[in-house]
């Protein structure tokens, strides 16, 4: 049922389009190309088993872990959905 301005699955296409955007950025995010025998940042040998899992790996595990850490503090959500959007 559509309230207001809002159509019928409004709010189903919100999530929709929220799941779409966070696969397209994982997606972007996945290494590509060769994968580097020691990593970038700390420039320790990166395994083989770990760039024949990973193809195109250019991090070590633990560069990976803390990297991954700073990605989740900015997280995105959804700006078309929230609430602060809609009333400016």
């Known amino acids: 049922m559509a309230g207001g301005w809002s159509t019928d699955g409004a709010v189903q296409e919100q999530i929709d389009d929220s799941i779409e955007d966070a696969i397209a950025r994982v997606r972007s ?3 590509q190309g060769d994968s580097l025998l020691e990593c ?3 420039a320790q040998p990166i395994p ?5 899992a990973l193809p195109g790996v ?3 595990v633990t560069c990976q872990r803390e ?5 989740a503090q900015f997280a995105g959500y959804n700006r078309r959905g929230s ?3 809609q009333l400016r």
């Open 58 to 60: 250019r991090l070590c």
């Open 67 to 71: 990297h991954d850490k700073q990605q």
């Open 48 to 52: 083989e088993a770990r760039r024949q």
């Open 83 to 85: 609430k602060d959007s």
């Open 40 to 42: 970038e940042e700390c």
């Open 29 to 31: 995010q996945l290494p």
